[in-house]
């Protein structure tokens, strides 16, 4: 597929695939039109924008430490959880990428989950120190982040950026509050945080996700972004064969079954 950041797209999807709605599970059947500009020519991309297109057809052993910890920490699963961290900090992954991953949840699985898996981070951080681990702390943010007005624009450059086109619809028109919450919230307040990159973002989005039941129309949409972020199918299956040999078949499944069903409605798909 294209390195470039947004895949073309010359038809109309859905909005039940709308990423847009993938934070809050909602279903939809309102149309999303899909901006055919190539994104990373015509408007720029600073780092957090920006992701380095995949020189590889499969993950790194850091990428695919993302994939369990963001799985279990969804499903609310300490023990399971703890393991995983302990192995994505052997990995390479930093304090700072564990934290970001973790925060991120709350987007998708809700506060509660999102502060036992930090709290879980701090056992993990706490025990490995005592065994005269020193973790690398990774990144602070390298810019603030925009409040106010500026955030909301922010925030929706982001998520037309990464969906491929302005986010739209009758859902939207009815609740224009949650339009603005994913728009500062998600897109805004959490993917202008620069020290972790787009892919390694969505990786975990689609490791939350997959572990929900009923999610599966987000699923797919977050599995069209993946790809917008420059990550190939092939990566995206060696995703699913993660979930099969780390997490959950089940999990597994629906990881693949979402990204089939978003290569058969993508023209040109590998």
Request: net charge negative; glycine share 8%; hydrophobic share 45%.
């Amino acid at each position: 597929m294209s390195n470039t950041m947004i895949t073309k797209h010359e038809k109309k999807r859905p909005m039940a695939s709308t990423l847009a709605v993938v934070a809050l599970g909602l279903s939809l059947s309102a149309s999303l039109s899909y901006a055919s500009a190539d994104v990373r020519e015509s408007q720029g991309m600073n780092r957090t924008q920006a992701t380095i297109p995949s020189v590889s057809e499969t993950l790194t052993a850091r990428q695919q430490a993302i994939i369990p910890i963001a799985a279990f920490a969804a499903a609310g699963d300490m023990a399971k959880l703890n393991a995983a961290l302990n192995q994505g900090l052997d990995a390479g992954l930093t304090v700072s990428d564990a934290q970001e991953i973790l925060v991120q949840l709350y987007a998708y699985a809700g506060f509660p989950r999102s502060l036992n898996a930090l709290g879980e981070l701090i056992n993990v951080l706490e025990a490995r120190k005592q065994s005269g681990i020193q973790d690398a702390p990774g990144q602070e943010p390298s810019r603030a982040i925009p409040k106010g007005d500026a955030l909301l624009a922010a925030g929706t450059a982001n998520q037309t950026r990464l969906v491929g086109g302005p986010v739209q619809g009758p859902l939207f028109d009815f609740a224009p509050a949650i339009d603005e919450y994913l728009k500062v919230h998600l897109f805004g307040a959490i993917f202008e945080r620069d020290n972790l990159d787009w892919q390694s973002r969505e990786l975990a989005t689609v490791g939350m996700l997959s572990t929900l039941a009923g999610a599966e129309s987000q699923l797919q949409s977050h599995m069209s972004m993946s790809m917008n972020t420059g990550l190939t199918a092939s990566q995206l299956r060696q995703l699913a064969q993660v979930l099969a040999d780390r997490v959950d078949a089940e999990h597994a499944r629906r990881a693949r079954e979402a990204l089939e069903r978003h290569l058969a409605t993508t023209s040109g798909a590998e």
